[in-house]
């Protein structure tokens, strides 16, 4: 159980355009969901914290209008990466914790890459 | 701000042999959790080992296991019986509990690649 995916798995752009990426707990719902962008070589670095009908929480320096973050429901939170750059070009991680907000487990989506030419 | 600092960017091992990551962490709080997360090429990223910082006893999970150090704020993890299976990307990570911060947010270190040699 607790699994958590994340379409697409890879995805190539045109510098300029939007990408949105998705994020599901499969097999549990999840009241909290979390966006991690991590660069080649590095480790992960939080982004923002999304819980289910409310607003993101973002980290500082994370721009709010370039990485729009809608959590429409208990099992979907989706990443949307408006007018895309090259530096915007990364791998993207989403994790999710199921139960009530506290010390859960966060359980990690695949990634997405993305690349922007 | 808390800080999590891997000083070993890359490790080696032969196969069955033993090995150990280190991880040392920076923090003002008495309470906490620290974890270690295995990234494989895959990049999927797995819990290994969790610690409470309350708890005294070194946590286990069948080869791996972590020496936790509260007062030296070190928190490594030893694999035993290495397997080709355990070469990943190794991570280290702390998080406040949520009655404290608020957030589950965790904090990773810079993450140690572990190469398996068969």
């Known amino acids: 159980g607790a699994v958590v995916s994340q379409h697409p798995s890879r995805v190539i752009c045109k510098s300029g355009t939007s990408v949105k990426i998705e994020c599901r707990s499969l097999d549990f719902q999840a009241t909290t969901m979390f966006w991690y962008r991590q660069f080649p070589k590095q480790s992960l670095m939080l982004m923002a914290t999304?819980?289910?009908?409310?607003?993101?929480?973002?980290e500082q320096g994370v721009e709010k209008d370039k990485f729009l973050i809608n959590h429409a429901s208990l099992t979907l939170s989706t990443l949307t990466v408006t007018s895309a750059h090259p530096e915007d070009s990364s791998f993207y991680i989403c994790?999710?914790?199921?139960?009530?907000?506290?010390?859960?487990?966060?359980?990690f989506g695949p990634g997405t890459r993305l690349t922007v030419l | 701000a808390q800080t999590v600092t891997q000083s070993q960017p890359e490790m080696s091992v032969q196969e069955a042999e033993t090995v150990t990551l280190s991880c040392t962490y920076d923090?003002?709080?008495?309470?906490?959790?620290l974890f270690w997360y295995k990234q494989p090429p895959s990049r999927q990223m797995i819990l290994v080992i969790r610690?409470?910082?309350?708890?005294?006893q070194n946590a286990t999970e069948n080869r791996f296991s972590v020496n936790f150090q509260k007062a030296a704020k070190s928190f490594s993890l030893k694999i035993s019986d290495s397997q080709l299976g355990d070469a990943a990307m190794y991570f280290c990570a702390y998080r406040s509990p949520y009655r404290l911060s608020g957030s589950e947010k965790l904090v990773f270190g810079k993450g140690t690649k572990l190469t398996v040699n068969p």
């Open positions: 923090t003002s709080e008495s309470d906490y959790y």
């Open positions: 994790s999710a914790s199921v139960g009530l907000a506290g010390d859960n487990e966060q359980f």
């Open positions: 610690q409470e910082a309350y708890k005294q």
């Open positions: 999304s819980n289910e009908g409310s607003k993101a929480t973002y």
